[in-house]
C-alpha cells in the first residue's frame, strides 16, 4: 500500500467525557442527543478550568509564533480557514458542548499558521462561515434546549443576530444566508419529514450593538412553495446547500432519498422530483444524491436549472455534504453510506469508512473524476504519521470518516474532518479515538499531503498533542 506523507504528527486523544450532547449531522440536521461516552470523566470544574486556560491563551494568538521564519517566497497565498475546537472530546460530531470559533491563518506552502484567535466569545459553536467581505461570520451556536439556533456575529461591531432556525449556513453574498430548514406547517397533510433549504436576508449590523432577533422573511428554495419563483418542490428538498462561485442563485445540494408514510394508509408513493425518479422510496435506503440546482428556476429541466451528479460512476450509491471548486469544475462529497473496508480487521470486524468523492463537471453533468475509487488516496488510520500514539491500548477505530470536505482557494486543496470512533460500548453513541481537522493536498492523488491544522493549533498553544478535539472547518472565499 502506499503510504501518504503526512505533514504533522498525530497522537491520542485522552480523557473522554461521560456524557454531553452531540450533534448527529443526520437528516434532522438542527436536532441534538444526549450521550453517554463511558471513558474518563471530567467534572464541571475541570472543564471550565481549561476553557479558561483556552480563553487565556487566546488572547495571546496575534503575537505568539507557530514556526521558525524563512517562508518560502513563492509559496502560495495564506488562507483563512474557521474551525471548531474545544478541549479532548467536547468538540466532534458527537460531543459539540466546548466547541469553540478559531480563525486560522494558513500558508499552504510552509504548512505553518500564522494567527490563531478565538472568533466568537462562547463555546457550543460550529459550522463556521466567514462572509466574503470578512466582516461577519454565521454560525450554529448549541441552546440550553439542546437545540442550533442560527447565529450572526459582526466582528466590528460585536453585534449578533440570531436567525431563524436552521443549519449549516454559507452566504450567498455579503447580505444573504442560505441554509438547512424545517417546514412542516406547509405540509400538514403529510407525515413526510423533509429537509428544506431556505435563504433569508441579514440585517444592516455595522450600526447595532448587543442581540437583536432578525425579522427579515425567509424564502424556501427547495423542498417547498417558493413564494418568489411560484415553483413547488416538495419533493426535492435538500440538505446543506454550496453557493457555487460565479454562478449566480445556483446551489449544490444532496437530496434526501428518504421517504416515510405520505398518507394515513401508510402507502409509500414513487417520488417524483426529476433527479430522484426511479429510486427506491423507502426508510431503509439512505443514499443522498448529490444535485446542482438553479434557485430561480419556474420549471426543472436537466442541463439548464438542474445538474445531475453521476454517483454510480464512482461506484456508490449517495454523496452528501458538497464542496464546489473556485473554478466551478470539480465537486467533493462525502460517500454515503459508508463503504466497508474488507482489509482494515478491528476486533474480528471490517472498518467502515466515509471517503472523499470527486466529480468533474463534463458538458453539464457531473461525472467521477477518478472512475470508481475516492477523490484520492485516503490514508489508513493506522498509517497516520505517529500512528503508535493515536491510539490507547483499549481504543479501536470501527468508523474511519473524512467528511465535511471544503475546497481552500484552488482546485488542489481541501479542509475537511477526520476522526475516528469507537462502536464496542454503544454503536449510536461511539466513543472518540481521535478529532481532527486536517488540510489535504492534491497535486497528486495518489500520494496527498495531509496537514494536520489540529496539531499545529495545539503547538502554537503550548498544548501537548491530542488536547483538542476539531469540527467543521471551513475556508474563507
Given at each position: 500500500m502506499t503510504k501518504t506523507y503526512v505533514a504533522s504528527g498525530w497522537v491520542l486523544l485522552s480523557g473522554l467525557l461521560t456524557g454531553g450532547v452531540g450533534y448527529d449531522g443526520g437528516r434532522d440536521g438542527a436536532s441534538?442527543?444526549?450521550?453517554?461516552?463511558?471513558?474518563?470523566?471530567?467534572?464541571?470544574?475541570?472543564?471550565?478550568?481549561?476553557?479558561?486556560?483556552?480563553?487565556?491563551?487566546?488572547?495571546?494568538?496575534?503575537?505568539?509564533?507557530?514556526?521558525?521564519?524563512?517562508?518560502?517566497?513563492?509559496?502560495?497565498?495564506?488562507?483563512?480557514?474557521?474551525?471548531?475546537?474545544?478541549?479532548?472530546?467536547?468538540?466532534?460530531?458527537?460531543?459539540?458542548?466546548?466547541?469553540?470559533?478559531?480563525?486560522?491563518?494558513?500558508?499552504?506552502?510552509?504548512?505553518?499558521?500564522t494567527d490563531y484567535g478565538r472568533l466568537v466569545e462562547g463555546t457550543g459553536h460550529i459550522y463556521p462561515v466567514l462572509s466574503p467581505d470578512g466582516r461577519?461570520?454565521?454560525?450554529?451556536?448549541?441552546?440550553?434546549?439542546?437545540?442550533?439556533?442560527?447565529?450572526?456575529?459582526?466582528?466590528?461591531?460585536?453585534?449578533?443576530?440570531?436567525?431563524?432556525?436552521?443549519?449549516?449556513?454559507?452566504?450567498?453574498?455579503?447580505?444573504?444566508?442560505?441554509?438547512?430548514?424545517?417546514?412542516?406547517?406547509?405540509?400538514a397533510d403529510e407525515s413526510d419529514r423533509w429537509s428544506d433549504t431556505s435563504q433569508q436576508a441579514v440585517p444592516a449590523t455595522s450600526d447595532l450593538r448587543g442581540s437583536v432577533t432578525n425579522t427579515n422573511p425567509v424564502t424556501?428554495?427547495?423542498?417547498?412553495?417558493?413564494?418568489?419563483?411560484?415553483?413547488?418542490?416538495?419533493?426535492?428538498?435538500?440538505?446543506?446547500?454550496?453557493?457555487?462561485?460565479?454562478?449566480?442563485?445556483?446551489?449544490?445540494?444532496h437530496s434526501s432519498v428518504w421517504r416515510f408514510a405520505t398518507r394515513p394508509t401508510g402507502t409509500r408513493e414513487a417520488h417524483t422530483c426529476p433527479w430522484l425518479v426511479g429510486l427506491d422510496p423507502y426508510i431503509d435506503r439512505k443514499d443522498p444524491r448529490p444535485v446542482l440546482i438553479d434557485t430561480t428556476a419556474t420549471a426543472w429541466r436537466a442541463g439548464e436549472t438542474f445538474e445531475r451528479v453521476d454517483v454510480a460512476s464512482a461506484g456508490i450509491t449517495g454523496c452528501a455534504h458538497l464542496s464546489v471548486s473556485p473554478s466551478g469544475q470539480r465537486l467533493v462529497c462525502t460517500n454515503q453510506p459508508e463503504v466497508t473496508v474488507t482489509t482494515d480487521i478491528v476486533d474480528g470486524a471490517r472498518t467502515r469508512w466515509n471517503d472523499l468523492y470527486g466529480f468533474t463537471r463534463d458538458n453539464k453533468e457531473w461525472t467521477a473524476t477518478r472512475g470508481q475509487q475516492p477523490m484520492f488516496a485516503h490514508v489508513a488510520p493506522r498509517d497516520l504519521a505517529d500512528a503508535e500514539v493515536l491510539w490507547a491500548p483499549?481504543?479501536?477505530?470501527?468508523?474511519?470518516?473524512?467528511?465535511?470536505?471544503d475546497f481552500c482557494s484552488d482546485d488542489n486543496t481541501l479542509v475537511a474532518d477526520l476522526y475516528c470512533e469507537?462502536?464496542?460500548?454503544?454503536?449510536?453513541?461511539?466513543?472518540?479515538?481521535?478529532?481532527?481537522?486536517?488540510?489535504?493536498?492534491?497535486?497528486?492523488?495518489?500520494?496527498?499531503?495531509?496537514?494536520?491544522?489540529?496539531?499545529?493549533?495545539?503547538?502554537?498553544?503550548?498544548r501537548a498533542r491530542?488536547?483538542?478535539?476539531?469540527?467543521?472547518?471551513?475556508c474563507a472565499k
Open positions: 441534538l442527543r444526549v450521550q453517554a461516552l463511558g471513558q474518563q470523566a471530567m467534572t464541571a470544574e475541570e472543564i471550565a478550568k481549561l476553557e479558561q486556560e483556552l480563553d487565556q491563551e487566546s488572547r495571546l494568538s496575534t503575537t505568539r509564533p507557530t514556526e521558525e521564519a524563512g517562508a518560502d517566497a513563492t509559496a502560495p497565498p495564506e488562507r483563512t480557514i474557521l474551525v471548531s475546537v474545544g478541549p479532548r472530546a467536547t468538540c466532534w460530531r458527537y460531543e459539540v458542548s466546548g466547541c469553540e470559533i478559531r480563525k486560522l491563518g494558513f500558508n499552504a506552502g510552509t504548512g505553518s499558521i461577519r461570520v454565521a454560525f450554529n451556536r448549541l441552546t440550553q434546549q439542546r437545540r442550533l439556533a442560527l447565529i450572526v456575529k459582526d466582528l466590528v461591531s460585536g453585534a449578533e443576530v440570531e436567525m431563524s432556525s436552521g443549519d449549516k449556513p454559507s452566504w450567498l453574498d455579503n447580505d444573504t444566508l442560505v441554509f438547512g430548514s424545517r417546514n412542516v406547517s406547509e405540509r424556501i428554495v427547495l423542498g417547498a412553495l417558493n413564494r418568489e419563483t411560484g415553483m413547488r418542490s416538495y419533493d426535492c428538498a435538500g440538505e446543506d446547500p454550496y453557493p457555487i462561485a460565479g454562478r449566480p442563485g445556483w446551489l449544490a445540494i483499549s481504543t479501536s477505530c470501527h468508523v474511519y470518516r473524512t467528511k465535511q470536505a469507537d462502536t464496542r460500548r454503544d454503536p449510536a453513541n461511539p466513543d472518540q479515538v481521535f478529532a481532527r481537522a486536517v488540510v489535504v493536498r492534491l497535486e497528486n492523488p495518489d500520494v496527498p499531503v495531509y496537514i494536520d491544522l489540529t496539531s499545529r493549533l495545539e503547538d502554537a498553544l503550548g491530542g488536547w483538542l478535539g476539531a469540527y467543521t472547518p471551513s
